[in-house]
């Protein structure tokens, strides 16, 4: 039976391993890459002090180049407007304090032992802002490329993308060349122009019934990258739709960061502290009223569907507790949790399955049931395969 999308009984939640083939890192993956940039940003800093700039004031825009986490943490700004610098607290940091802390904090992380980033800030509420900003800088990185002092946006847009490593090295095949895979997001926008064209009457109603049929997502990452590519692909073909923004209702329950096509390095400081703010992980007491209302938001959407599809989604005991699962009622009918295996994870399989157990022992009639899309034995399930696949409903042929 093909999905209604835009039905209020489907859901789409998006995690991590959803934004893992553009090259962004797992929350596992993010404390290494953290450590790995405090301890580049010392060295770069000890570079400089080598060649004896450390006290000339002229030379503040090369300390802010290279120390970016440093001066955003302690707010030393500073940006171009109608060539007038302004500046934010004093420009002319003390190197050594810079470098101690830089490597003080990297060393510091080197001895934790927290597996997730969320785990760290939670125990580490003294540590919050340093870790949110390392991870909007990570992010940054893996979303632009530097060139000639600016940060350029990469371009998502394309067919296929390349893949890289842990460490957002390109990954190459044994004759050199790049490791490319198809963008899943395109196979996304193809199911969904599908199910849109498909429904003639959602068509010839739209006007009327487009603010209460849009297509649900709920995405746990902090990157743009879904709205970035939605806002390039959506209505690339002659056929006349919606703009995307009336078609998709698209809610980050942990807050998101600013998508910007370009980023001056002299802006770098001012840009990560501002965006370190608009994130929140899943224990943070205190959130901005964005955050806790589109939490609200939510909870909301979750409690009125009846079928959920998640793709890159750990099924973490929290953000279950955030997205309402730990307590989904199932309205006379067998709610039904579809999600991709990617690797036929034995952990995930028993996270979904203890959400399927709770409400199934309560009565055989109704409950939660649980679809899982796995691969082969020793094989991985690419998200672009399971969509080609169906897994969100039939691709146009």
Known sequence: ?????????????????????????????LIDLVQMRLIMEAKSLSDLKKIGVEDIND?????MQRAPIYCAYNEIFSFDDNKNIENGKNINFNFGEAINFLRENASW??????????????????????????????????????EDMTYISKDFKLRNINQVNKFGTTKKDEKGGNITLRNWIHNFINVVRNNFIGNWKLVANWEKFKENNKIKIITFNYDGILEEILSKNWASIESKLPNWKNIFEIIHPHGSIV??????????PRYLSINAEKIAVIHDKHVREE?????????????????????????AAMNCKLL????????????????INFDGNKGLKIRV???????????????????????????????????????LGEMPS
């Open 324 to 339: 309402g699962l730990d307590n989904w009622q199932a309205n006379n009918k067998v709610n039904t949790i579809h999600y």
């Open 259 to 268: 998508f910007r096509d370009k980023i001056e390095l002299l802006e770098l």
């Open 1 to 29: 039976m093909e999905t209604n999308l835009f039905s209020d009984d489907v859901v789409i939640i998006i995690g991590a391993g959803a934004s893992v083939p553009f090259g962004l890192p797992t929350g596992l993956d």
């Open 59 to 63: 030379l503040y825009e090369a300390k």
């Open 353 to 391: 399955s203890n959400l399927e157990r709770d409400f199934n022992e309560f009565d055989v009639d109704f409950g939660v049931a649980a679809d899982a899309w796995e691969p082969d034995k020793n094989q991985f399930l690419q998200i672009t395969d399971a969509l080609m696949g169906g897994f």
């Open 291 to 315: 955050i806790r209302n589109s939490r609200s938001r939510t909870k909301e959407i979750v409690f009125n569907s009846n079928e959920i599809f998640s793709i890159g989604f750990a099924f």
């Open 109 to 146: 992380l080197n001895s934790q032992v927290s597996d997730s980033i969320d785990d760290l800030i939670r125990y580490n509420r003294d540590k919050a802002r340093l870790l949110k900003i390392c991870i909007v800088f990570e992010l940054l990185n893996r979303t632009h490329s530097l």
